[in-house]
């Protein structure tokens, strides 16, 4: 089991950046393809980024050009900056661990209109 806790989320107008942080205990971290994943209410949780063992990352079309994954193998970190953010990216946001399945218990990201 990982246990993974994100941080970062918050309000900001529509526009603005954040970025948040997905930190991994244990040692397995850099075995392990990693995504965010977020959840808008009344919706299904949507897929935003992944990022493989490697470092190559893949983004749907909705976040593609605006949101950059990355992750710091030796600090067990894994980050999304988020830029130029609209009202419909308002949900909360997930890490999670694509070798162990866990999920991080989510940080809420409020845009402002």
């Known amino acids: 089991q990982v246990v993974l806790m994100e941080s970062g989320g918050g309000l900001v107008q529509a526009g603005g950046s954040l970025r948040l942080s997905c930190a991994a205990s244990?040692?397995?971290?850099?075995?392990?393809?990693m995504a965010w994943y977020r959840q808008a209410p009344g919706k299904e949780r949507e897929l935003i980024a992944t990022?493989?063992?490697?470092?190559?990352?893949s983004y749907p079309a909705s976040v593609k050009g605006r949101f950059t994954i990355a992750r710091d193998n030796a600090k067990n970190m894994m980050c999304l900056q988020m830029n130029n953010l609209k009202p419909e990216d308002t949900a909360v946001y997930y890490c999670?661990?694509?070798?162990?399945?866990?999920w991080g218990q989510g940080t809420q990201v409020t845009v402002s209109s």
């Open positions: 244990g040692n397995s971290f850099s075995l392990s393809a």
């Open positions: 999670r661990s694509l070798r162990s399945g866990d």
């Open positions: 990022i493989s063992i490697g470092g190559d990352r």
